[in-house]
């Protein structure tokens, strides 16, 4: 029998309520499938700011190294928005990738049936399965660039810098070809390369890459028009792969065509097994504490990692199709309909395990 050693960053505002619902739906999981599961906590974020005065303590970096993989809540909130930028919350989310290793990032963006009418995008439009993979480079670029302040022409101003190198754009392009041979064979590269000298390299690198999977389509598109093309025919994608910032902000805008950000997961990795799996949603504390938050997104993003990370394939198919079918009548307020049975966030994740 398998056993994994899984660290939980459970974060702030609703991060501990939505991983704890994930923890019993992974703990339904091994019992099913015969495998057994251990957990160790660790502080990332504003709790980790609370307790220790940095949003990333060494003791954290060394939990997760010595795991299987990690689950993540979610971090920040109003309280620390006074910290100084190196010491906000967001800046231990960014040292955690880091620190892991944690360089491709995996977006799926898919409309479960019973959600559809949720979707600001027309039916004839989505169509009857959407399922689009963005891969977004996590560890370099304009995000992790050289920047600061200076004074141009009597004026402040402020400087950030796009750089990548030509063995962090094979990387990332690998795992998106990898993804598309075991999906509908498609990439499409997305960059800014009629105006960015680090899109011609990436453009350029990901056309090399390309060579050694012949099987694959590629194609290219620039930023702006993969933006209007998401919206216009989202059926046309299969895997996108693209940059830290240009894959961050098309994301979080496929995510609302899937209908609800609240239903959709992540999983960062490192080329290894060892991977982060987190709900693309933010700490959410105004609702922190209440019952009304939705665990689904942590609970598909377990799944994730019992895909990527842990090969319990079979695991990973079940919960997505608990989670699928408990849609059916079952809604979080954040996605309630009338017609369906409005349940609190603890009550979602007991149909959940009770369906599997």
Not at 20 to 36: C, G, P, R
Not at 121 to 134: A, E, H, L, R, V
Not at 233 to 254: C, M, R
Not at 314 to 339: F, M, N, S
Request: one cysteine or more; proline letters at 4%.
């Amino acid at each position: 029998m398998n056993n994994y050693k899984i660290t939980l960053l459970k974060g702030d505002g609703i991060g501990p309520e939505i991983v704890d619902q994930a923890i019993k739906v992974l703990d339904k999981a091994a019992e099913k499938f015969n495998f057994t599961v251990t957990y160790d906590e660790a502080l990332l974020g504003g709790c980790a700011i609370d307790a220790t005065g940095v949003p990333l303590p060494a003791e954290t970096v060394a939990k997760c190294k010595a795991s299987d993989s990690v689950i993540l809540g979610a971090v920040g909130g109003p309280k620390w928005d006074d910290q100084p930028g190196s010491n906000r919350p967001e800046a231990g989310l960014l040292g955690i990738r880091g620190a892991l290793g944690l360089f491709a990032n995996l977006r799926p963006s898919v409309i479960f049936g019973p959600l559809k009418s949720a979707s600001p995008i027309k039916d004839d439009i989505i169509g009857d399965n959407m399922d689009i993979m963005i891969v977004r480079e996590l560890t370099g670029g304009i995000y992790f660039g050289e920047r600061g302040r200076k004074e141009v022409d009597g004026q402040p101003a402020a400087w950030d810098t796009e750089q990548y190198t030509v063995a962090e754009v094979e990387r990332i392009a690998r795992v998106a070809f990898d993804l598309a041979m075991k999906r509908d064979k498609r990439v499409t590269s997305v960059d800014k390369a009629n105006v960015l000298e680090s899109s011609r390299l990436w453009r350029e690198t990901v056309i090399r890459v390309a060579k050694d999977y012949p099987e694959v389509t590629l194609n290219h598109m620039y930023v702006d028009n993969c933006a209007m093309q998401l919206v216009r025919n989202p059926k046309q994608f299969d895997v996108i792969v693209t940059s830290n910032i240009f894959g961050d902000i098309l994301s979080d805008e496929a995510s609302m065509i899937a209908g609800s950000i609240g239903m959709l997961a992540s999983a960062s990795l490192s080329g290894g097994k060892l991977g982060l799996y987190e709900p693309i949603h933010g700490s959410a504390p105004d609702i922190a504490g209440q019952n009304i938050a939705n665990p689904l997104a942590t609970i598909l993003s377990v799944a994730m990692m019992l895909r990527y990370s842990l090969d319990q394939q079979a695991a990973a198919e079940a919960i997505e199709a608990a989670v699928a079918k408990v849609l059916e009548q079952y809604r979080t307020p954040d996605i309630y309909e009338d017609g369906f049975t409005k349940v609190g966030c603890k009550e979602m994740g007991d149909l959940v395990c009770a369906q599997l």
